[in-house]
């Protein structure tokens, strides 16, 4: 099995994620390839990338002519390793964010349990179902070991197979990033990548191994860069272009049943996961 580590980054980010990029080269697992996508220019900011010696001498640097926002931590990634020859039956990226400083067994735990069950499946660090409750979508995070999610959460890691991802899955993220009316869907690549897994039927589970893979072990570690909660991260409002997740992700919804494209369930307040809301 090969793991691929994947993620994306902005111009006036790139310089302080060393921390980040020291978490993934000292993995006690090696990874089998480390790639940055990043457009030639930032969208966002409209700022071209000074690349730091420490990112071009610890990544494979994957410079790409469309920015998908978030999602390029992933949708340039498919394309890469398919040119590259990779293995799609034997090829797993792992997917993640660039101000996290991630555990050390991460890839070597998640190598375990593919060596165990070569199901294809999606396994997150994290994860949360949509609940309305009091006329609102609220979220409702599941954090132990094989919870089923609806949401698999980017920033504690997202651990997908190569062979999930079908001919229908880049035009599908083109409709979705591309256009004013999609600017919320083009933030939110969490919702967008799980509604194309449940669109397909692969399960999405937690992974939780207390003191080598789990969500707790980056909060106790205090793994969350200081950078992670500045205003330019997406859960803040990515510097005023949106709302925070939790505004965001019912108008994201509500574009996908607009375009009858809307595969994630939304549960009722009768649910036991009532109870885990945040």
């Given at each position: 099995m090969k793991f691929v580590v994947s993620f994306t980054t902005s111009p006036s980010r790139i310089s302080k994620i060393k921390p980040m990029i020291d978490s993934i080269i000292t993995q006690t697992k090696p990874v089998d390839l480390f790639l940055l996508n990043i457009p030639h220019v930032f969208p966002r900011t409209g700022e071209k990338y000074i690349i730091p010696d420490f990112v071009s001498k610890s990544v494979t640097i994957n410079v790409v002519e469309k920015d998908y926002g978030p999602a390029t931590k992933l949708v340039p990634t498919i394309k890469y390793l398919i040119d590259n020859d990779y293995d799609k039956d034997?090829?797993?990226?792992v997917y993640l964010d660039d101000d996290i400083e991630y555990r050390p067994d991460m890839i070597n735990v998640l190598n375990f349990l593919f060596m165990l069950n070569k199901t294809p499946r999606?396994?997150?660090?994290?994860?949360?179902?949509?609940?309305?409750?009091?006329n609102k979508i609220r979220l409702a995070g599941q954090r132990k070991h094989n919870d089923d999610?609806?949401?698999?959460?980017?920033?504690?890691?997202?651990?997908?197979p190569l062979s999930i991802f079908e001919e229908d899955f880049l035009p599908y993220i083109e409709k979705y990033t591309s256009g004013k009316e999609m600017k919320q869907c083009?933030?939110?690549?969490?919702?967008?990548?799980?509604?194309?897994?449940?669109k397909h039927n692969?399960?999405?589970?937690?992974?939780?191994?207390?003191?080598?893979?789990?969500?707790?072990?980056?909060?106790?570690?205090?793994?969350?860069?200081?950078y992670g909660n500045q205003t330019d991260a997406l859960h803040c409002g990515a510097s005023g272009l949106s709302g925070t997740n939790i505004d965001?992700?019912?108008?994201?919804?509500?574009?996908?049943?607009?375009?009858?494209d809307l595969h994630i369930k939304v549960y009722s307040t009768?649910?036991?996961?009532?109870?885990?809301f945040y």
């Open positions: 034997d090829t797993y990226i999606v396994l997150c660090g994290g994860g949360f179902h949509f609940v309305m409750h009091e999610v609806s949401i698999v959460e980017g920033y504690a890691s997202v651990c997908v083009l933030l939110s690549d969490d919702v967008i990548f799980s509604n194309y897994y449940s692969i399960p999405m589970n937690v992974v939780s191994y207390p003191g080598k893979h789990s969500i707790q072990d980056l909060w106790s570690n205090k793994s969350i860069l200081e965001r992700y019912p108008i994201v919804l509500d574009i996908l049943k607009k375009h009858k009768n649910n036991q996961l009532q109870q885990q």
